[in-house]
């Protein structure tokens, strides 16, 4: 496996304000992806992050309200922009590290709670 | 709308007994499945992945997988209180995408 950071772990935001979470892993990784967890439910991807390459989003998700920096093969940044109590929810970052077989690991998450 | 479905539980077992967690899918085409084991405000820690039909175990862990049914299940042997969790199944549906379900919750009683 790997080593995934992620910061803050934690927030509290007021509403129309905006928040970067960022994302390490300590070894090179081709494939990020960023998470959402809404109080209660699953999970369901935001988008897949390639270094190099644009954002990846899923049905639902936008790159005005979400958008996602891949600086390098280690790091993205997730931000979540003019936030709503509705974006209240734990961010998610995994990284796919090549083994083949499509696994992917998890970060420790990111609490975000809008007010 | 590729689904992942679940029981969400409860499902209580006494220490020492077999729990058995079982999730289905719809989209036929998927390849590879995963099971995590997500402690409350923790995340998702993987425990097992199965490609193949049929069984693999590892250690306490066996998972199950049958396409011809789109059925995967997750037995836990002498569970222990410590494998109360929520457990999610995973399916990789394409282009290295996972899709959950909403997961089962499991409680193991001393």
């Known amino acids: 496996s790997a080593v995934i950071s992620q910061k803050p772990s934690r927030d509290i935001c007021q509403r129309g304000t905006s928040l970067t979470i960022q994302c390490q892993v300590d070894?090179?990784?081709?494939?990020m992806f960023w998470y959402r967890q809404q109080p209660g439910q699953s999970l369901t991807l935001i988008a897949t992050a390639n270094q190099g390459s644009e954002a990846t989003y899923e049905s639902g998700f936008v790159i005005d309200k979400f958008p996602i920096s891949r600086p390098n093969l280690t790091f993205s940044t997730l931000t979540v922009s003019n936030m709503s109590p509705e974006d209240s929810s734990i961010y998610l970052c995994s990284v796919d590290l090549g083994q083949g077989l499509d696994t992917q690991y998890f970060g420790p998450g990111t609490r975000l709670t809008v007010l | 709308q590729k689904e992942v479905e679940q029981n969400s539980g409860p499902l209580s077992v006494p220490e020492g007994a077999i729990a058995s967690l079982n999730c289905t899918y719809s989209?036929?085409?998927?390849?590879?499945f995963f099971w995590y084991r997500q402690y409350s405000g923790k995340s998702p820690e993987l425990i097992m992945s199965?490609?193949?039909?049929g069984d693999k175990e590892d250690g306490r862990f066996t998972a199950q997988l049958n396409k011809a049914s789109q059925y995967v299940s997750l037995l836990i042997r002498d569970s222990q209180p410590s494998d109360s969790a929520t457990y999610l199944c995973a399916v990789n549906t394409g282009f290295q995408k996972l899709v959950f379900g909403t997961g089962t919750r499991l409680l193991v009683s001393p």
């Open positions: 199965i490609y193949s039909n």
């Open positions: 989209d036929r085409g998927s390849q590879s």
């Open positions: 070894s090179q990784v081709t494939m």
